[in-house]
T-cell receptor, first 114, second 112 residues
Framework: NAGVTQTPKFRILKIGQSMTLQCTQD?????MYWYRQDPGMGLKLIYY???????DKGEVPNGYNVSRSTTEDFPLRLELAAPSQTSVYFC?????????????FGPGTRLTVT | ELKVEQNPLFLSMQEGKNYTIYCNYS?????LYWYRQDPGKSLESLFV?????AVKQEGRLMASLDTKARLSTLHITAAVHDLSATYFC????????????FGAGTILRVKS
């Protein structure tokens, strides 16, 4: 298994540009999440999905959109990029059984908006 | 709103010494996670603690959970340089698809 993969690894955007951050998992996990990590901080939840076709907002959704057309893919769309969106973005997916659950994180996308 | 507080936020220690990182959280949860993050890297899962009194150990790291006190500790025994990283605790809550709420992280530097 490749686990959770993200592309691109790095990106520089100009203010007002748009882009899509890609996230794919091959573990057949239903739950997927997008977090952002600002310098020196923990992660904050942007959007999440409990399964294909179902998405919902997290704590900091403004300026972002998501879709979940398949179990494997959970892209994050930035419209009209702003400097406040400079951050590292992590995608995660979740496995659950009776023992509890684990979130598995992708390698991250480092985004700079100038 | 759930708050997760870690202390210290920065820890510089000598090799061979012991130390403890503390994680306090403000509301009931029965799942607590510890992650390690190396600079520029993703988060690596260290421990998942599921019940009161849970204790898990891996190498020089030992994590415990006291749900009544809403406190988890990450104890480092005889630190080595390779343990230098940022350590996060995270608490699971029912909202937002059982999201994780993260502490700010503890930057650990082990000096040889």
């Amino acid at each position: 298994n490749a686990g959770v993969t993200q592309t691109p690894k790095f990106r520089i955007l100009k203010i007002g540009q748009s882009m899509t951050l890609q996230c794919t998992q091959d573990m057949n996990h239903n739950y997927m999440y997008w977090y952002r990590q600002d310098p020196g901080m923990g992660l904050k939840l942007i959007y999440y999905s409990v399964g294909a076709g179902i998405t919902d907002k997290g704590e900091v959704p403004n300026g972002y959109n998501v879709s979940r057309s398949t179990t494997e893919d959970f892209p994050l769309r930035l419209e009209l990029a702003a400097p406040s969106q400079t951050s590292v973005y992590f995608c995660a997916s979740r496995y659950e059984d009776r023992e509890g659950y684990e979130q598995y994180f992708g390698p991250g996308t480092r985004l700079t908006v100038t | 709103e759930l708050k997760v507080e870690q202390n210290p936020l920065f820890l510089s220690m000598q090799e061979g010494k012991n130390y403890t990182i503390y994680c306090n959280y403000s509301t009931t949860s029965d799942r607590l996670y510890w992650y390690r993050q190396d600079p520029g890297k993703s988060l690596e899962s260290l421990f998942v603690l599921l019940s009161n009194g849970a204790v898990k150990q891996e190498g020089r790291l030992m994590a415990s959970l006291d749900t009544k006190a809403r406190l988890s500790t990450l104890h480092i025994t005889a630190a080595v340089h390779d343990l230098s990283a940022t350590y996060f605790c995270a608490v699971a809550i029912m909202e937002y698809g059982n999201k994780l709420v993260f502490g700010a992280g503890t930057i650990l530097r082990v000096k040889s």
